[in-house]
């Protein structure tokens, strides 16, 4: 088991046998998987960006667009002519097709689309953002994936006690 220490029990004539798991306090980086690779967060940095509820939620935060604006290296957010009202075009690996699109793929708890799932999308109802930048997300995804992946996660209902929260934003522009 990853991030745990491995023991050697004897066993006698015993009915129970208790095992308790030990964490490893040399595991410091956590596992990635990308494609058909596996790693670490240090040996893939540029390949995963992981944007928190906490990260992406200061400033003024209008769309999900905004929320991961400048806080992945490499995704490059750009308005079509200038027109405020038009929705910005994403670009995570440059131009990778001539004929196919070259926004990247979006997933959505599980649920495949594109960009424009993202300008539907409430930042508040936002867990976490994944951004796959490398090319091995073609192992995952297919031609798919190979503008890149964002994969979002929203939040979830929990069981217990009832929690209301109310955050509010007035903008003009011109």
């Known amino acids: 088991c990853i991030g745990y220490e491995g023991q050697e029990i004897e066993i006698g004539n015993q009915r129970v046998i208790d095992v308790v798991l030990v964490e490893e306090s040399t595991t410091l980086d956590e596992t990635v998987v990308v494609g058909y690779a596996v790693g670490n967060k240090r040996t893939i940095t ?13 400033g003024y935060v209008s769309t999900a667009v905004d929320a991961i604006r400048g806080k992945v290296p490499g995704l490059v957010i750009s308005s079509n002519g200038g027109n405020i009202q038009d929705n910005p075009t994403l670009r995570i690996r440059g131009t990778t097709s001539l004929s196919g699109g070259n926004s990247p793929l979006v997933i959505m708890d599980g649920v495949f689309g594109d960009v424009g799932m993202l300008f539907s999308l409430s930042p508040d109802d936002i867990q976490e953002i994944t951004v796959l930048k490398d090319a091995s997300e073609t192992a995952q995804y297919g031609s798919r994936g190979a503008a890149g992946v964002i994969v979002v996660t929203t939040k979830k209902g929990r069981e217990g006690r009832s929690q ?5 934003q007035f903008g003009v522009s011109n």
């Open 46 to 58: 540029g390949a995963v960006e992981r944007i928190t509820e906490e990260n992406m939620n200061t």
């Open 164 to 168: 209301i929260e109310y955050r509010g």
